[in-house]
C-alpha cells in the first residue's frame, strides 16, 4: 500500500512538472507570436544586377554590428573572383570585337600582352581562382591598361563588365596583400549573386527606442531562375522595396544579351504591381545606381532603350542629368498608376533616388521609408 501510495505521489509531481513546463512553453510560443506582429516585413524585390544585395549589406552595416573579421574574410575570395572575372570579360569582348569590328585592330592586345591575356582569361574561366599575388597583379594592370582593353571597356555596356571593375583595379596592389582583410567599403563592391533567401531584422532608429519599428527585410536572387522563389514570400508584406537601376537602359541581361536591362525592370515592375496579394501593401521604388546613371546620361542618350524613345534632352550639365532623371521617374510614375485600380488607391507609394554605395544617402532613405511607413501605421489604427 505504501508503495502504491509512493507511486501515486511521483505519478502527480510528474504530471504536474509536464503541466508547469507546458504552461512555460505555451507562455514562449504567445509572447513570440506577440513580438512577430510587431515586426514589419520587407520585401527586396528587384532584377538582377539591380543593386539590391548592396542595399542589404548597407543595412547590416548601418543598423546592425556590421561585418565581423571573420566574415570580412570570408570576402577575400569573391572579391579576388571578381578581379579575375573582369579581366576575362574584357579580354574575351576584345577578341569578340575584332572579329565584328571593321577596324579589328583597335581591339588586339599589344604583342607582349597577347600570352598574358590568355593566361589570365584561363584562370578567369575556373570554378577556383588563385589568391591575387604581386606577380599576378603585375601582370593584371599589363592587360588592363592596353589600349585595347581600355578601347573594350569603354563599350563595357555591350559586355556584362561588372560595376567594380575600376574600383578593384585602382586597389589591386592593396588586394594583393598577403596579409589583406576586405575593408567594408570592399565588401560593398563585390559582386555575387544572390540565390535563395537572405533576411535581416533591424530597426533604423534602434530596437530599445519606443518610437522606431522592427523590420525583418527579405533579400531574393534578381536572376530570372529565381524568381520562382519570390513567390513564398508574398503574403503578411509590409512594404514592397522595388529597386531599378536607371543607369542601366543601355544595357542587356546577364541570362538573355538580346533583352534590354531597363525593359526587364519594367515588365518585372508592372508583374509586381498586380499580384493581388500586394493589394494594401505599400511600395517603396528605388531608382537606384543614380551615380553611374548621372555619369553616363551626357554620353549615352536615354532613347536608346524603347522605353524612353520620346525623351527630349534639354540643355547639358546638372540640368541635363536632372531632367533625365525627372523623365524616368515620370515614367515609373506613369506605371505605377496604369497598374493601380480602385481597391490599391489608399495604398503608398513612394519614389526614392538612391545609389546602394552611399552610405549617408541609403542611411537618410531608410529613415525617411521608416517614417512613411510609421505614419501609415498610426493611420491604419485611426491615430493620424
Known amino acids: 500500500m505504501g508503495l502504491l501510495c509512493s507511486r501515486h505521489k511521483r505519478g502527480n509531481q510528474a504530471n504536474t512538472e509536464e503541466n508547469v513546463q507546458a504552461a512555460e512553453i505555451e507562455r514562449r510560443i504567445e509572447q513570440e507570436t506577440k513580438a512577430e506582429k510587431h515586426i514589419q516585413k520587407l520585401l527586396l524585390l528587384g532584377a538582377g544586377e539591380s543593386g539590391k544585395s548592396t542595399i542589404f549589406k548597407q543595412i547590416k552595416l548601418l543598423f546592425q554590428t556590421g561585418f565581423d573579421e571573420r566574415e570580412l574574410q570570408s570576402y577575400t575570395s569573391v572579391i579576388h573572383a571578381n578581379v579575375y572575372q573582369t579581366i576575362k570579360i574584357l579580354h574575351d569582348g576584345a577578341k569578340e570585337l575584332a572579329l565584328s569590328e571593321g577596324d579589328a585592330s583597335k581591339y588586339g592586345l599589344s604583342v607582349d600582352n597577347k600570352e598574358i591575356g590568355e593566361k589570365l582569361s584561363e584562370i578567369g574561366g575556373r570554378l577556383d581562382y588563385p589568391r591575387l ?185 546638372k540640368q541635363q542629368v536632372e531632367h533625365a532623371y525627372e523623365f524616368v521617374k515620370k515614367k515609373f510614375e506613369e506605371l505605377y498608376y496604369q497598374n493601380v485600380t480602385c481597391d490599391h488607391q489608399d495604398r503608398v507609394f513612394k519614389i526614392y533616388r538612391t545609389t546602394a554605395l552611399d552610405q549617408k544617402l541609403v542611411k537618410k532613405t531608410f529613415k525617411l521609408v521608416d517614417e512613411t511607413l510609421r505614419r501609415r501605421n498610426l493611420f491604419e489604427a485611426g491615430l493620424l
Not at 177 to 189: A, G, Q
Not at 261 to 279: A, G, H, I, S
Not at 285 to 304: A, H, R, Y
Open 133 to 317: 599575388t604581386e606577380e599576378l597583379v603585375e601582370e593584371i594592370l599589363k592587360i588592363w591598361k592596353d589600349p585595347a582593353i581600355q578601347e573594350t571597356y569603354a563599350r563595357g555596356n555591350e559586355l556584362q563588365v561588372p560595376d567594380c571593375a575600376d574600383y578593384f583595379m585602382e586597389n589591386l596592389q592593396r588586394l594583393s596583400d598577403p596579409n589583406y582583410i576586405p575593408t567594408k567599403e570592399d565588401v560593398l563592391h563585390a559582386r555575387v549573386r544572390t540565390t535563395g533567401v537572405v533576411e535581416i531584422q533591424f530597426s533604423p532608429v534602434g530596437e530599445n527606442k519606443k518610437s522606431g519599428e522592427v523590420y525583418r527585410l527579405f533579400d531574393v536572387g534578381g536572376q530570372r531562375n529565381e524568381r520562382r522563389k519570390w513567390i513564398h514570400l508574398f503574403e503578411g508584406v509590409t512594404a514592397v522595396i522595388f529597386c531599378a537601376a536607371i543607369s542601366e537602359y543601355d544595357q542587356t541581361l546577364f541570362e538573355d544579351e538580346n533583352r534590354n536591362r531597363m525593359m526587364e525592370t519594367k515588365e518585372l515592375f508592372e508583374w509586381v504591381l498586380k499580384q493581388k496579394c500586394f493589394e494594401k501593401t505599400s511600395f517603396m521604388l528605388f531608382l537606384n545606381k543614380f551615380d553611374i546613371f548621372e555619369k553616363k546620361v551626357s554620353k549615352v542618350p536615354l532613347n536608346v532603350c524603347d522605353w524612353f524613345k520620346d525623351y527630349q534632352p534639354v540643355s547639358t550639365g
